[in-house]
């Protein structure tokens, strides 16, 4: 069955960066897309960017364009997001989840929770 | 503010039914561009309940059905169930935005 696993909590200070790994099993990694979608607490769910599983070609969104970068390992079916110069509002449950906006997400990562703190 | 409107919440008693309207613009829903839907149990993934409109993933039971029309979409639940109580997210794909997906900004479901 497909399972996209995520890696832990993670707690950063202000100015750091943050990687978050999604290692997919359960299908052809390199034939679907995957996309990154935030959460901070109490509020709705917020899409951050995508990356073409069959090219490597991502898209972001304005709100942190120029802070994350996605990237695969297809060798180990793994998906990174890596956002730099975080600060408090950066503090949510950050999900990777297989699809793109146009078909839907229909599976996701369990979520890991990034807290932003002095 | 997202540019997909939902109301904040819905309730119903068991076995009733209810929907859950996603008011967007014609520049996205109007113009064409597919919905999803998705459920959100408390402290869980969000999951896909609806896709490219119409369509129920399998294992989405058939009490979920959703519409579009005009400007707006509309997710319905009938024969509600106590763990239907959810937080509930229309989504849609524009390339003419700041990114390509675009979530409404939930309606919380209470079961009565």
């Known amino acids: 069955q497909v399972q996209l696993v995520q890696s832990g909590v993670e707690v950063k200070k202000p100015g750091a960066a943050v990687k978050v790994s999604c290692t997919a099993s359960g299908y052809t990694f390199a034939n679907y897309d995957i996309s990154w979608v935030r959460q901070a607490p109490g509020q709705g769910l917020e899409w951050m960017g995508w990356?073409?599983?069959?090219?490597?070609?991502?898209n972001y969104a304005q709100k942190v364009q120029g802070r994350v970068t996605l990237t695969t390992d297809t060798s180990t079916s793994t998906a990174y997001m890596e956002l730099t110069s975080l600060g408090p509002d950066d503090t949510a449950v950050y999900y990777c989840a297989r699809g793109a906006a146009a078909t839907g997400y229909h599976y996701w990562g369990q979520g890991t929770l990034v807290t932003v703190s002095s | 503010q997202s540019v997909l409107t939902q109301p904040p919440s819905v309730s119903g008693a068991p076995g009733q039914r209810v929907t859950i309207s996603c008011t967007g613009r014609s520049s996205n829903i109007g113009a064409g561009y597919d919905v999803n839907w998705y459920q959100q149990l408390p402290g869980a993934a969000p999951k896909l309940l609806i896709y490219?409109?119409?369509n129920r993933p399998s294992g989405v039971p058939e009490r979920f059905s959703a519409s579009k029309s005009g400007t707006s979409a509309s997710l319905a639940i009938i024969g509600l169930q106590a763990e239907d109580e959810a937080d509930y997210y229309c989504q849609f794909y524009d390339i003419n935005l700041s990114g390509f997906g675009v979530f409404g900004g939930g309606t919380k479901l209470t079961v009565l």
């Open positions: 990356i073409s599983g069959e090219n490597g070609d991502t």
């Open positions: 490219n409109n119409y």
